[in-house]
């Protein structure tokens, strides 16, 4: 059995509710990883929780306290925490995520893990159309990946947060065409959601207005290169699409549109 440990980046807002409210979805996930997997260690790059402590559980909890990175930053802190630890595989997922395992799929799943030495495995979609992204939307949940590959291939420099592409998509469309001999697949009974109440903002995506379409295109257009050529282009920075000035605040103190090139 290969060694290894859950991997968690998580950020905590100040302001309330919203900050009660990802604390509960932090125990939640932690009572679910005691309750499923008690022997697997979780690691979290812990940003912003400055008191908080979540609930005690078997599996053995590595908390990296850090003031807020961004996603980018958290993604390439988390990875640099695990490899300097001794483990072989690092199965992540979000702050918020959950988790569901029929007819004891969570151990198929952690027995197929076992199989690949050197190996890395995204969930799947129920339904795949051909053409479109055959992974979940959220790539990174209950994404195994072997300390042999993200050893390999850090993230891209990519960052949603600075408007310029989805980091998670392009880093799985990047495994997949790059290391497609490596990769393996999960059981199907076996699934990781995330909250989607309204109360408080699940991610970063919910909590301003999101150039979605600039997001998705700049997403795109590396993406189909990897499809093409199985590698990021050497330039790839150079294929993300800038906004031309800030979004402005309209009457009602909301963010405007957006101009680009």
Same mark, same amino acid.
Request: with cysteine; net charge positive; hydrophobic share 35%.
């Given at each position: 059995?290969w060694r290894?440990?859950?991997g ?11 900050r009660?409210?990802?604390k509960?979805? %932090? ?6 990883l ?7 260690d %979780?690691l ?5 929780w400055q ?6 559980t078997k ?7 850090y ?11 988390l ?10 595989y ?14 004891e ?7 197929e ?17 051909e053409?479109f992204d055959?992974?979940?939307p ?6 195994? %990946?072997?300390k042999?590959?993200?050893s ?5 420099d ?11 998509? %392009?880093?799985?469309?990047l495994?997949?065409?790059?290391y497609h ?17 309204a ?12 150039p ?5 295109n ?7 290169y990897?499809?093409d ?8 920075r ?13 009457a009602?103190?909301k963010l405007g ?5």
């Open positions: 059995m290894k440990v859950f968690i980046p998580s950020w905590l807002p100040d302001k309330e509710p919203d009660t409210q990802r509960e979805r %932090i125990n939640h996930l932690f009572k679910q005691n309750d499923l997997w008690p022997d697997i %979780i979290v790059i812990a940003q912003n008191d908080f402590k979540p609930i005690e599996n053995k909890q590595i908390i990296k306290q003031k807020p990175l961004g996603i980018l930053g958290a993604r390439k802190t990875r640099e925490e695990f490899l300097k630890l001794n483990y072989d690092i199965i992540m997922l979000d702050d918020d995520a959950k988790i569901v395992s029929k007819n799929a969570h151990i198929k799943y952690m027995q893990v076992d199989k690949h030495k050197d190996g890395f495995c995204f969930m799947h979609k129920e339904v795949e159309t053409g055959p992974y979940v959220a790539q990174l949940n209950l994404c195994a %990946i072997s042999y590959i993200y390999a291939q850090p993230f891209p990519i960052d949603p947060q600075k408007n310029e592409g989805f980091e998670d998509s %392009i880093y799985a469309c495994l997949h065409y790059k001999t490596r990769e393996f697949n999960p059981p199907k009974e076996i699934k990781c959601t995330q909250f989607g109440d109360g408080a903002p699940s991610t970063w995506a919910y909590s301003t207005r999101r979605w379409n600039l997001l998705n700049n997403t795109n257009k590396i993406k189909k990897i499809r050529h199985g590698d990021l282009p050497s330039n790839y150079s294929m993300i699409v800038k906004e031309i000035e800030p979004p402005k605040k309209l009602d103190g549109s957006y101009l680009y090139f």
